[in-house]
């Protein structure tokens, strides 16, 4: 393999055991360094050149990667337009948080969303929401919720899930629903557990006490917790 002594490398020719050019690569960088594209083509014996893949890369102003593309060459149309090719779009929240990342899929020309995912994040960046969605065409169906909260000593006190979505009835439905409470020595004293009931939550509860060295002295179980939200 040779490559120009510059740095950063802008081509790359690969040979085999005869000395023959068997592939060439080109790559492209931005103003700051990034990579942003790299091209894979492969030199036949009279020196034609086929494109085989592509990598085209896009950063934002903080040099996050907002874009990345996979590109493989089409026999038909000659172009960077073959099947297989893939797209991922990516953003993110002022503290650097990937808050979104979009996938889709090339199929005849077209791009075909593959599947979503959405976040958020608290403001110590825990994350307390991700939604998933599955492609269908050019949209797209929710498929999962995770949901989670903190208080302020970083304690969760959430933990909810959302098993799958009902497109008809355009809403949610539930899996399971931790909640629980901490004292200031960051000690448990109260989780609800609910579960998903016609249409609904219907939770259990537990409160907890402990001695004065933090020792678990009794838990209170209510199997008829009354309270059901929709």
């Known amino acids: 393999m040779y490559a120009a002594e510059a740095c950063p490398v802008d081509s790359v020719i690969t040979y085999d055991q005869n000395d023959t050019c068997v592939y060439k690569h080109i790559y492209e960088y931005d103003s700051f360094g990034n990579l942003i594209l790299d091209e894979e083509w492969k030199i036949s014996t009279d020196s034609v050149l086929t494109g085989t893949i592509k990598k085209v890369l896009k950063y934002n102003s903080s040099n996050k990667l907002i874009l990345e593309e996979k590109l493989y060459w089409s026999q038909e149309s000659h172009d960077w337009l073959g099947n297989g090719s893939t797209r991922t779009i990516y953003d993110y929240d002022n503290n650097g948080n990937t808050i979104l990342l979009e996938a889709y899929n090339l199929e005849s020309g077209h791009w075909n969303a593959n599947y979503k995912n959405e976040y958020q994040f608290n403001n110590t960046n825990k994350q307390i929401l991700y939604i998933r969605y599955q492609g269908d065409g050019e949209k797209w169906v929710p498929l999962t919720k995770t949901e989670a909260d903190y208080d302020i000593y970083n304690n969760q006190i959430l933990d909810r899930y959302w098993s799958s ?28 557990e609910y579960v998903w009931d016609n249409g609904g939550w219907k939770g259990v509860k537990y409160n907890y006490g402990y001695d004065d060295r933090g020792n678990l002295i009794h838990t209170l179980y209510f199997s008829s917790y009354d309270e059901i939200i929709h």
Not at 169 to 190: C, M, T
């Open 165 to 192: 979505y009902d497109v008809a009835l355009n809403s949610w439905v539930g899996k399971y629903w931790r909640s629980y409470v901490f004292d200031a020595k960051k000690q448990k004293i109260e989780s609800i």
